[in-house]
């Protein structure tokens, strides 16, 4: 699902359709800050980035001016900054209790040293902390070391941006002897993991924001720190072995594209479903007890060669002047690739990336043609330009010769892949209006190259099962009617529409807001031989979908979703309650806000921050005048899927019931 690897969006490849590149534009959890990376840094067409621009918006939900002056917490917008800053909270929380308990016993344990061996607090050390606490948690006898000061951290927990959270290990010379000590401070570090000590070069402190009128306590700070070196490696996560081990990408550590490269896949998957457990605890406002517990990370049966959309970039043609870096006017041809991580040759840089292992073998082809091709033509170009690589693939039966034929082309530019049954030819195309055409188990898939579908194929399959295994209740306790109508809500050219339409009764509906996407969809469903009964589009904004439906039974109606990052909006959610379907799937590219919307559903109404539960009512009384209760959910399953293995990103699937047929 993701649009970009080191943070660039799909654009141009020829230099007469060449997007300009004004400023890559890493996300940044406050400006001047190291970019925090997630596998999504660019919004899709529809999407959000949430890239909060000032300085309140990043350390506190914007609030919205309601009549009379009164103002509300705005939702959640599930960006990484927010993220991000919910982590440090938590974090910071965990630190105040485990010092406070600490605190009540004599000489309490501060540290375990480089050996493990205890270190203690002296009573005045104690007394210190006593002080910072009266501070609000900030130590007010901390200094703060200058940014561009290296330091040392342990590493004590990870973000679900994938950066390390870190303590600064300080040394007190006391009367007794050099103690070790950890401050309060949290220091967000890429490339590290929990246990890990980190040699890091500080790059900000965030300043303590001022609270608003009527908010209750400080927000708390972080700093940002580059990492340099692992000093220590974490005797649980790191290979004893070393990195290299598991590190195959010679840019890992540069590139803003992977975070989890030195992980073991198995490591990958458990931080995974942290993730999801965490988005639920931080954004979906419901108790413990209203969530399950999340099942286990389903693996991508690909762990690297698995994008089959890579979109690197370069800066400018011959005498594009640099704005951010050395100033210098390129000469030459310049980088091409994907962001830096801030700290490795200068924030918002180019790095030039000659080959990436997550790409597939036909992206990766297409990238050394492409890179050759802008090198040579590099002074035709008037501005710099993104470059979309996009698998595509000609199945053609086992044996046939038509799979020679295509292959016969180029054969140097050409991937196959032989099953028993038929020959896929894989190639890279590199205009976006092209129609890349791509295999779901036997459903075939086309779509303009440059539009949204989903980024890791080998993932689809057994997404799709899950997702078709999922859309009936596993028990019939009968309550419910029979399940006979699918509606797939965000359906772009039809993946769920398509794959699912044989699996009830009624067959599909999908809706988009794309009209492009539509008419791929209409194409995907005759080239599936699904006729219209069976299998049905509409172009328009979801919320209207519910008018175009009304002669689906809700009782006999599942929902399946999958908004875009920012997930679905105030409208939509009060009409889905509305409407109140018997069951509803939600696929979702950001757990975070899908936890927000599920809170939602789960709660029975849309408090949106647009007055104090006021769409709640008007739900309630819709649903209630049609002579039945207002609806509500119940989480029946949540379960992190991993398509894109070596970064932190993760994609979630929630399955709710109706309340009353639980
Ligand atoms: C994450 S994609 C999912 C596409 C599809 N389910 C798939 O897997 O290929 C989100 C889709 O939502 C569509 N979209 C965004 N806002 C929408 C809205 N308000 N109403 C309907 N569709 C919308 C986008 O055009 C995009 O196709």
């Known amino acids: 699902m993701a649009e970009s690897v080191g943070g660039q969006a799909v ?42 621009g000032n300085r309140k918006q990043q350390h506190r939900p ?80 901390e200094d703060l070391p200058e940014p561009g000061t290296e330091i040392d951290l342990d590493v004590v927990d990870l973000s679900s941006t994938g950066e390390g959270l870190a303590v600064q290990r300080k040394i007190h010379t006391l009367n007794d002897g050099p103690k070790l000590r950890r401050r309060r401070r949290i220091y967000v570090v890429s490339f590290s993991v929990p246990g890990d000590i980190v040699r890091a070069k500080v790059y900000r402190h965030l300043p303590q924001p001022k609270p608003s009128p009527g908010e209750d306590g400080v927000p708390p700070t972080y700093s940002v720190a580059d990492f340099i070196e692992v000093i220590r490696p974490s005797p649980e996560l790191r290979d004893p072995l070393g990195d290299s081990n598991r590190v195959r990408c010679q840019y890992f550590g540069r590139c803003s594209g992977c975070q989890y490269q ?69 000469t030459e041809v310049p980088e091409i690739g994907f962001m830096a991580k801030a700290g490795t040759g200068g924030a918002r840089a180019t790095l030039d990336i000659e080959s990436c292992p997550i790409g597939t073998p036909a992206v990766g082809l297409g990238m050394t043609r492409e890179r050759a091709r802008v090198a040579r033509d590099f002074a035709n170009y008037s501005k710099g330009a993104t470059i979309l690589l996009r698998e595509s693939t000609k199945r053609c039966p086992a044996g046939a010769e038509s799979a020679g034929d295509a292959a016969a082309g180029d054969a140097a530019d050409v991937v196959r892949v032989e099953t028993e049954a038929y020959t ?26 440059g539009s949204f579908f989903q980024n890791n194929n080998s993932i689809l399959p057994p997404l799709t099962a899950y997702v078709r295994e999922n859309v009936l209740p596993q028990t019939t306790n009968g309550k419910g009617k029979e399940l006979r109508y699918l509606i797939d809500a965000y359906s772009g050219s039809g993946l769920f529409t398509i794959t699912l339409a044989s699996t009830l009764p009624g067959g599909s509906i999908g809706i988009d807001i794309a009209d492009q996407s539509i008419a791929y969809a209409r194409t995907n469903a005759q080239l599936n031989n699904l006729p219209p009964e069976r299998c049905r589009f509409l172009a328009a904004d979801a919320a209207q979908l519910f008018q175009s439906v009304i002669e ?12 875009p990052r920012k997930g679905c909006d105030a409208p939509f959610l009060r009409q889905l309650l ?37 769409a709640a009512s008007t739900d ?24 894109f293995p070596q970064t932190a990103h993760v994609e979630g699937i929630a399955v709710l019931n109706r309340v009353d047929l639980v």
């Open 62 to 141: 914007p609030k919205k001016k309601l009549k009379g002056g009164k103002r509300l917490k705005a939702v959640t917008d599930g960006s990484a900054e927010e993220v991000l800053l919910a982590d440090v909270q938590a974090l910071q929380r965990v630190l105040k209790t485990k010092q406070d308990r600490e605190a009540a016993e004599a000489e309490p344990v501060l540290f375990h040293g480089q050996n493990g061996e205890e270190v203690r607090a002296t009573t005045a050390e104690v007394a210190d902390e006593a002080k910072i606490e009266e501070a609000g948690g900030h130590d007010p006898e």
């Open 620 to 643: 309630a009384v819709a649903r209630t005048e049609n002579g039945k209760p207002p609806a509500r959910y119940e989480i029946e399953s949540l379960r992190g899927f991993d398509f």
């Open 424 to 449: 896929d030819v894989k190639t890279c195309i590199t205009d976006n209006n092209a129609t890349s055409t791509e295999y779901v188990d036997d459903y075939v898939f086309t779509n303009p190259a």
């Open 262 to 330: 030195m992980l073991d896949y198995a490591e990958q998957l458990r931080i995974k479903r942290r993730v999801v457990e965490r988005a639920y605890r931080h954004f979906s406002q419901l108790p413990p007890e209203s969530v399950p517990a999340v099942r286990d990370t389903m693996p991508s049966p690909l762990q690297y060669g698995y994008r089959t959309k890579l979109t690197p970039h370069f800066d400018g043609p011959p005498g594009f002047r640099r704005k951010n870096k050395a100033r210098h006017t390129l």
């Open 552 to 563: 689906y039974d809700p009782d006999e109606t599942v929902v399946v979703l999958d908004p």
């Open 11 to 52: 654009a141009a490849a020829q230099p007469e359709l060449a997007t300009p590149v004004k400023e890559p534009s890493a996300k940044r959890p406050y400006p001047g800050s190291s970019p925090v990376q997630t596998d999504r840094q660019l919004p899709q067409k529809n999407g959000s980035n949430g890239n909060g």
């Open 578 to 614: 509305a409407y109140a379907p018997a069951r509803i799937v939600y696929v979702s590219c950001n757990v975070h806000t899908q936890a927000r919307d599920v809170g939602m559903l789960v709660r029975g109404h849309v408090d949106w921050g647009t007055g104090d539960n006021g």
